[in-house]
């Protein structure tokens, strides 16, 4: 991977640029019910859904814990209740290590800084604004109801990118398939879950922007 070529610069954000993942996956619980056992048998189980809409998160949640068919009306249910729960787990989680740091060396190599999530727009601005990260990125686009493959391949489609100049950092499996769909070379954030371990063709895995910061831009 040649940095040197790298013009533009995608961060997933769940796991990568806020250390949210566990928060989300106890707000996803709550979604689903009031029982403590249950929220975290859901929880325990979201973990496993990395770098996958939170469309399909929840209807994969309700085929594993719950008989009903999930109909639409419990279908927007869930997903009202989670805009809420989410904002409140983002906007109090910690930033990762080396998040703020990262950003702003990337904007002196002016190097353009893209947030890419399966989180909805209006949801994520207020997340990223309330964290301070919208002063340190150049675009952000958000998610809903379809894959991270497809925003990625939409997200190079709207400002008409090459891929060869990009670079896309995420934690999860979808992440890393959403990259090699569309030729965008990919770094791996993993804390030791061993996401990738069965998986190659990327740079890593770092266990978080610190240590890729350290290895690759030498700070």
Do not use: H
């Not at 929840?58 to 009306?73: D, H, M, N, S, Y």
């Not at 989670?82 to 990262?102: E, F, H, V, Y």
């Not at 060396?105 to 997340?127: F, H």
């Not at 990625?152 to 995420?170: H, K, M, N, P, Y």
């Amino acid at each position: 991977m040649d940095l040197k070529k790298i013009v533009v610069c995608i961060f997933d954000v769940n796991g990568v640029l806020i250390d949210s993942n566990q928060a989300n996956a106890r707000a996803m619980g709550k979604a689903f019910s009031d029982d403590p056992i249950m929220q975290d048998q859901i929880a325990e189980f979201y973990l496993t859904l990395t770098g996958i809409d939170r469309g399909t998160k929840i209807r994969k949640v309700q085929a594993r814990f719950f008989e009903k068919p999930l109909g639409e009306t419990d279908f927007s249910l869930y997903w009202k209740r989670l805009i809420n729960l989410t904002r409140q787990s983002m906007t109090g989680a910690p930033l990762t290590k080396g998040c703020t740091d990262i950003l702003t060396t990337l904007g002196k190599l002016k190097i353009t800084r893209m947030a890419l999530s399966n989180t909805p727009i209006e949801e994520l601005n207020d997340i990223l604004k309330s964290q301070e990260l919208d002063l340190l990125l150049d675009v952000i686009r958000g998610g809903g109801d379809w894959s991270k493959t497809e925003s990625l391949a939409r997200l190079l489609d709207e400002f008409q990118l090459d891929s060869e100049v990009c670079l896309f950092i995420g934690d999860g499996k979808g992440d890393l398939f959403a990259a090699r769909y569309s030729r965008v070379p990919f770094v791996a954030i993993d804390p030791d879950t061993g996401e990738f371990e069965d998986e190659d063709g990327f740079d890593g895995p770092y266990k978080n922007l610190a240590e890729w910061g350290r290895e690759r831009l030498g700070l």
